[in-house]
Nanobody
């Protein structure tokens, strides 16, 4: 079992920055892909970005490339999402997720939420115009 706890959300003006954290506890993280997803009111959950705990390779949605950066700190078992140049359309609840690495056989599969077994409770990010 893996427990994920997000933090760092809040209210920010357009053009501003926020850093989200996802603290993981439980099992062996080297076997996992860690992802960030988001869900805006009335919309489906949307893939944002992922990182493989082992090796550190990343994969991001086109909508956030160049603005958002995912990273991990192995010593703290924590994954971060640095969000810069925020836009009102980035407003959503942001969720951290963990999935078993061997399930992600293609890069495109990294964006499939159904392949992630563990989810945090989410943290609200609101970007005002």
């Amino acid at each position: 079992q893996v427990q994920l706890v997000e933090s760092g959300g809040g209210l920010v003006q357009a053009g501003g920055s926020l850093r989200l954290s996802c603290a993981a506890s439980g099992r062996t993280y080297s076997k996992f892909v860690m992802g960030w997803f988001r869900q805006a009111p009335g919309k489906e959950r949307e893939f944002v970005t992922t990182i493989r705990w082992s090796g550190g390779s990343t994969y991001s949605a086109d909508s956030v490339k160049g603005r958002f950066t995912i990273s991990r700190d192995n010593t703290k078992n924590t994954v971060y999402l640095q969000m810069n140049s925020l836009k009102p359309e980035d407003t959503a609840i942001y969720y951290c997720a963990a999935g078993y690495d061997h399930l992600f056989t293609m890069a495109t599969s990294l964006g499939r939420p159904e392949l992630y077994d563990y989810w945090g409770q989410g943290t609200q990010v609101t970007v005002s115009s």
